[in-house]
């Protein structure tokens, strides 16, 4: 197991009726505050309303801004930065899901930043510029991307067909309030696009060539059975408050640091050849991720790997047999099967992309050079491998 320093600033606040505590701990923090949101779903359900007199109750300023895209554009990033500056706000609160939040450290990076962090950041990738931020915090309303616990932020800008990330560590929220009933009225559709998003991080964490990270593979096996058990359950039944909270809590534990440290390698080339999918056509992430995921288990599985699939046969689907490469090849069809369950696309066509791209988006999964580490990926490999999920 490799040296590791882990360190997670991240205050949660989980479970039911956490949303009254929002005022007194934004107060800790500032006096004038960014609200950021999406569209109006939380002012259907009334979240909106209730933030809004928490921070009133304390006396905090609160300026808006709302209209967050599902993949945020770097467009609202510079508004949101203006607004900071404009107004001399001390912190940003994003009610949301994952691109909220994103769009949040986003904001959080510019308004402190002198250059453009769309340019350094996220196409450059000098992430040792990025020196001072924003405190941000969240309250989560979607589970999905772990973005309420981690420093990680995914950017889209439509001017260059392009979708790409940054992080850093002081991007972590300060808190993060997680309560498992505004996940209710999430509809099927994004219920199991989370779903696959969790598990994709855990995939892109657990296929790695080496044999060590003994401990790192089992908790990540028992991460993604409880995905496994409960998320249909919350698909079929969305007022199950212990699936939701199970998923909501397993959403942040998978891409929080814990799972990854200590191993030798992590993988993330479907992540990168997802991001070219949702850039050029502006589709939900994780279907994208589900779509692309069996289709690159079966690229990359070859000797040096299967026991990687082996594991994840035995101890997460209970498949088991003499030939490893046929468990393999059992599993990949059982992940399959299992996303399908949720109406998870198999295949590009059945979300409209067709051929026409698809070299373009294997240039730039691969432009910075070779992706991932269970195989390394070239550009003949990606294009391989969207060719195959048509």
Known sequence: MKNFIYDVPTKILFGEGQVSNVGKEVKK??????????????????????????????????????????????????????????????????????????????????????????QDLCVDKKFHLLTEALPIASILTLAATGSEMNGNSVLSNPNENLKLGFGSYILRPVFSILDPVYTFTVNKYQTAAGVVDIMSHL????????????????????????????????YENPTDYEARANIMWASSLSLNGLTSSGKESTDWATHQIEHELSAKYDITHGIGLGILTPYWMEYVLDKENVHR???????????????????????????????????????????????????????????????GTMKKLEFKDVLEILSSAL
């Not at 044999?211 to 359950?233: D, N, S």
Request: glycine share 8%; aromatic share 10%.
């Open 29 to 118: 923090y500032a006096s004038r505050v960014l609200l950021l949101y999406g569209k109006n779903s939380i002012k259907k359900n009334g979240l909106y309303d209730e933030v809004l007199k928490r921070l009133t109750d304390e006396n905090i300023e609160v300026i808006e801004l709302s209209g967050v895209d599902p993949n945020p554009r770097i467009e609202t990033v510079r508004e949101g930065a203006d607004l900071c500056r404009r107004y001399k706000l001390d912190l940003i609160l994003a009610v949301g899901g994952g691109s909220t939040i994103d769009c949040a450290k986003g904001i959080a990076a510019q308004t402190k930043y002198h250059g453009d962090i769309w």
């Open 203 to 234: 995939f892109e964490q657990y296929f790695s060539p080496d044999k060590k990270g003994y401990l790192q593979a089992r908790i990540m096996e028992g991460l993604l059975k409880t995905v496994i058990h409960y998320g249909p359950i919350a």
């Open 309 to 371: 699939f082996v594991d994840y046969a035995n101890n997460v689907w209970g498949i088991f047999g003499d030939d490893d490469f046929e468990v393999a090849r059992k599993v990949i069809q059982k992940t399959r099967e299992f996303f399908n369950s949720l109406d998870v696309p198999s295949t590009l066509a059945e979300v409209d992309i067709d051929s026409s791209k698809l070299e373009e988006m294997a240039a730039g999964a691969t432009r910075l050079g070779p992706i």
